[in-house]
């Protein structure tokens, strides 16, 4: 390294000696790797700014490639060498950027002073203290894609670690529940067509850690972190989007034979890395080395917040769900899981496919069968395929899914949902919501579908307890957002499920289902020009059913006859065969008072156990027609009175 060698660097009663390559404190010698040395020695020498990590590797490996999770390691050890606390730092990580030496430094130049002799502190002709600028705004690194068994093992422990620091305080100090936040990890492949890989281990880690000890851990949802995937968001700003304390960040690189692993975990408070390390190992013993690291890994963080390394406690963690019996349908589930995450019409179908092509691989591994369930109800629930052609799917899937395994929290679920939607059976939809949240708390799209399903049915205070636990745990979901603007204005909330569109729209002005949702709570206050202006501005241009039969009540309701005309006119060439058409006439009829059309598509929507239905007891939409006999007489048949 290039750096002067006659001048001793002095901080906090460490004494640092570039000629003899010595660390000393309180007359003692602390012991570096020569690396750490070099790291520690370009960090001091330059306090006061950020050292880029380019600058470091080059520095301190110059003429040799290494990765920049050696860097990590190496500021790792210099850390623990400094006996660095959460309460007191010594060095600041600046994510994406470097690293900052934060205390002052006397730096003393000794004139004259030969090459060959170490200079001492007595022959000091000059002292310069170094001033520290305020700490840099940290602009987040992502790390990501890991591999599965491996990553998940690794995580859950890091959790765990949180779990038994929290767990053994003093009796006297009441524990609060410890949020975690799992940061999208980086593709570290050099191949942007594994990203499928990395974000559906993301979702995995999320989901082994939320079954971990939800009474003491709560882990952020996937839709929530996958915000900040490439993102230059700051870990401070994290925390405070998502209300967690810490937050993990993790990368790998895979080869056919092997992977190498890193991992950290970061207290937001003060954004101090309470543990890292790196693993390369052989790809054929994942279950030796998720021993390995859970071991370390809950060592290491009991360690860094309680000052105990108590081994056994690493082996406390719950027992994992049953895997795939190959690596390559692990592999195709998590394509699967990647493409339904898009909940677009494409991407649920190729989701489907990669289920299936998992299933061949495996055909008893439950968690594939599991995806096709979520898959096919949902596209039934979202009106893109033929309900009695779907739900049967669906139902098939789920059930085999928990013949293999009934702890599958998403089978259940996927069965409460069929049951919901295509049985109207609402004593059964709520017994598998229920065990599916028993099974996994911590499964945000559980406790979403579970107040849709209480709201339908009138029981309005539930459902805002299980909507405001489905935020908290997926604070950044838009759909669970807008859901919770659904049942505000099921429950003739209007100006308050105006007010949580537009906080909706705040996170992203481009949701049209937010946008559009605002037009149903104008009409129903009245304030028809800006129903119509709703309509203009989230769906123009747009011939969609929905946006037609929203057309036709606003502009009917507004007293303007032609425009609510042509409307109809243009939904009536809406094909027979368009999945939307049903509920569509529905919201059309319904909304314009034509009241024996509509109990006829009732009737009908019924007959085919359209989803259409489950939403009567409470829309807004039928409040004139709550007293006719026949829409009395099928809210009995649906087991809604």
Known sequence: ???????????????????????????????????????????????????????????????????????????????????????????????????????????????????????????????????????????????????????????????????????????AVKPA???????????????PGQDYFSDGLTEEIISQLGNLDPAHLGVIARTSVMHYKHSPASIPQIGQDLSVQYVVEGSVRRDSQGVRITAQLIQVQDQSHLWAREYDRDLGHLIELQEEIAREVANEVEFSLTGQRPISLAREAAAPLAGANSYEAY????????????????????????????????????????????????????????????????????????????????????LALIKENYDYDWPGAEKEFRRAIQLNPQYATAHQWYAEFLSWQGRFEEAFAESEQARQLDPLSLIIASDHAIILYNSHQYENALKQCRSVLELDPTYRHAGQMMASSYLQLGRYADAADALTRWAPHDDSAWTLAWQAVVYARWGQTEQARVAFDRLERIPASDMHRTPAFLTAYSGTGQKERMLDALEKAYSEHSNAVVQIKVDPLYDPFRTDPRFEALLRRLKLE
Not at 46 to 73: D, M, Y
């Open 331 to 414: 592999d195709l589930y998590l394509k699967g899981r990647y493409f339904w995450n898009k909940r677009t019409d494409d991407g649920f179908r190729q989701a489907a496919d990669y289920f299936q092509q998992s299933i061949d691989k495996d055909p008893n591994y439950g968690r594939a069968y599991a995806g096709l369930a979520d898959t096919y109800s949902l596209i039934s629930t979202w009106a893109i395929g033929p309900q009695n052609v779907l739900m049967p799917k669906a139902r098939a899937a789920a059930s085999r899914a928990l013949e293999i395994d009934e702890r599958l929290a998403e089978a259940h679920a996927s």
């Open 1 to 171: 390294m290039s750096i002067l060698t006659n001048n001793l660097y002095e901080f906090e009663g460490f004494t640092l000696n570039p000629r003899n390559r010595t660390l000393r404190k309180g007359g003692a010698t602390v012991a570096l790797t020569p690396k750490a040395f070099d790291v520690l020695l370009l960090l001091i020498s330059n306090a006061g700014r950020i050292v880029k990590k380019e600058e470091l590797i080059k520095t301190v490996w110059p003429e040799s490639f290494v990765e920049e999770s050696n860097l990590t390691q190496t500021i790792f050890r210099v850390r623990k060498a400094l006996d660095e606390t959460s309460d007191h730092r010594y060095i600041l990580t600046v994510q994406g950027q470097g690293y900052t030496f934060l205390v002052p430094v006397t730096e003393t130049t000794i004139p004259g002073q030969k090459a060959d002799a170490p200079p001492t502190t007595s022959q000091a002709a000059s002292v310069r203290e170094t001033t520290l600028p305020p700490p840099s705004r940290r602009a987040s690194i992502r790390l990501s894609s890991t591999l599965a068994a491996v990553a998940i093992a690794m995580l859950m422990i890091a959790a765990s670690g949180i779990w038994i620091w929290n767990s053994r305080r003093a009796a």
């Open 177 to 191: 529940k410890t949020m975690l936040a799992i940061l999208p990890f980086e593709n570290f492949t050099g191949d």
